[in-house]
Nanobody, 124 residues
């Protein structure tokens, strides 16, 4: 069974940083787009960042550009989301998702696998 597991969430003050990681238990991230999404209470799910392991293409939502960085660690088979200059409005459950594709797909496309999510809370 394919599993994606997120880690690294927590409570941080505004202006602080967190690093989320997404690990795959049964497959390699080669030829996948990995996406990070978030959902705050009462709000729709939002695509935060996407990364194509095939060609390195990236996508960032305007709300996180310049603050968040997505990257892959080949040795650990993880995709991380470095979040800096966090704001209270970044508070949400963050999910990683994967889609098997040779090209970058955006946050509005269908993803094959989803993790269970990790809570990020930014206090003001």
């Amino acid at each position: 069974e394919v599993q994606l597991v997120e880690s690294g969430g927590g409570l941080v003050q505004a202006g602080g940083s967190l690093r989320l990681s997404c690990a795959a238990s049964t497959f390699n991230f080669d030829d996948y787009t990995i996406g990070w999404f978030r959902q705050a209470p009462g709000k729709e799910r939002e695509g935060v960042s996407c990364f194509s392991s095939s060609d390195g293409s990236l996508y960032y939502a305007d709300s996180v550009k310049g603050r968040f960085t997505i990257s892959r660690d080949n040795a650990k088979n993880t995709v991380s989301l470095q979040m800096n200059s966090l704001k209270p409005e970044d508070t949400a459950v963050y999910y990683c998702a994967a889609r098997h594709t040779l090209t970058l797909v955006g946050p509005d496309d269908e993803y094959d696998y989803w993790g269970q999510g990790t809570q990020v809370t930014v206090s003001s």
